[in-house]
């Protein structure tokens, strides 16, 4: 029987036999046969973006992680880094809460100049952590986004919330101080985000000044002018005047008008 085992390694016929295997949904034989050509070529980082997905598909995403890596990184020391950012946005896609994918593409990113994509990926690599568990991760992912754009207001006031879900009360009131200085206009929401942060009778009492502030009274002088401006306005009635230098001539005595009509 040894001598009808063919053990020699053929590349072609094992990747074909990966390739039918992963369209019948065999992902653990396809694993193997891509192992077996692995095993030859260690640092091919076609095979290694291939085989990356069918360990996320039988529930191992160190080893996932770990091929998807080590395509990227050989696509980026080979020079091509638009494949290196395909290869960890394919990684995201397949496991979206693996905050190192969204850190690696904001990386790359950043190191080509490309600043907005950057912090995009990270933004939405924060959008993937919503549990309260999640908290850390999702702070971080904000920080490192505000590292690229410390304009950004909404992701500011994101990483107070977070902070204060993680009990952490200064740098979440430190997050609002510097949201308060992007945009004054938004004192109403910064104020309730402190109170949340720092429950207080004081803080109760600034934001309900803020709020007293914001909300006009009914018996405003603007809110009455605003009243009088939106009711439709009537239409007068216009009396045409007789200039006084114009006389009205006498009204004929009754029956003047017939005895003239009949001695004509």
């Not at 040894?2 to 053990?7: H, I, K, T, V």
């Not at 600043?115 to 999640?134: P, S, W």
């Not at 505000?146 to 993680?166: K, N, W």
């Not at 603007?222 to 114009?246: D, E, F, I, K, T």
Request: hydrophobic content about 45%; some cysteine; glycine content about 4%.
């Amino acid at each position: 029987m040894a001598l009808l085992r063919d053990d020699s390694y053929d590349r072609a016929r094992l990747l074909d036999a990966a390739a039918r295997a992963r369209r019948r949904g065999r992902f653990h034989e396809a694993i193997t046969h891509y192992e077996r050509v692995l095993a030859a070529e260690p640092t091919n980082p076609e095979l290694l973006r291939r085989i990356a997905p069918l360990f996320a598909q039988v529930e191992e995403p160190d080893r996932a992680w770990q091929a998807y890596r080590g395509a990227a990184d050989e696509f980026a020391r080979a020079g091509y880094a638009d494949k290196a950012i395909g290869v960890y946005r394919e990684a995201a896609a397949q496991m979206p809460r693996t905050a190192v994918a969204w850190l690696s593409i904001a990386d790359l990113e950043r190191a080509r100049g490309r600043i907005v994509d950057a912090k995009l990926a990270l933004l939405t690599g924060r959008a993937q952590y919503k549990q309260r568990a999640d908290v850390c991760v999702a702070a971080d992912l904000l920080r490192r986004a505000l590292v690229l754009d410390p304009s950004d207001f909404d992701a500011r006031l994101d990483l107070a919330r977070c902070e204060t879900r993680a009990g952490e009360t200064e740098r979440a009131l430190e997050s609002l101080a510097a949201a308060l200085a992007l945009r004054p206009d938004c004192v109403r929401r910064i104020r309730w985000q402190e109170l949340r942060a720092q429950p207080s009778l004081s803080r109760a009492w600034v934001w309900l000044r803020v709020v007293a502030r914001a909300t006009p009274a009914p018996n405003a002088p603007h809110v009455r002018l605003a009243r009088a401006n939106s009711a439709p306005a009537r239409r007068g009635v216009v009396m045409a005047l007789r200039p006084a230098s114009v006389k009205r001539a006498p009204s004929p005595a009754f029956g003047e008008n017939w005895r003239a009509a009949a001695a004509s």
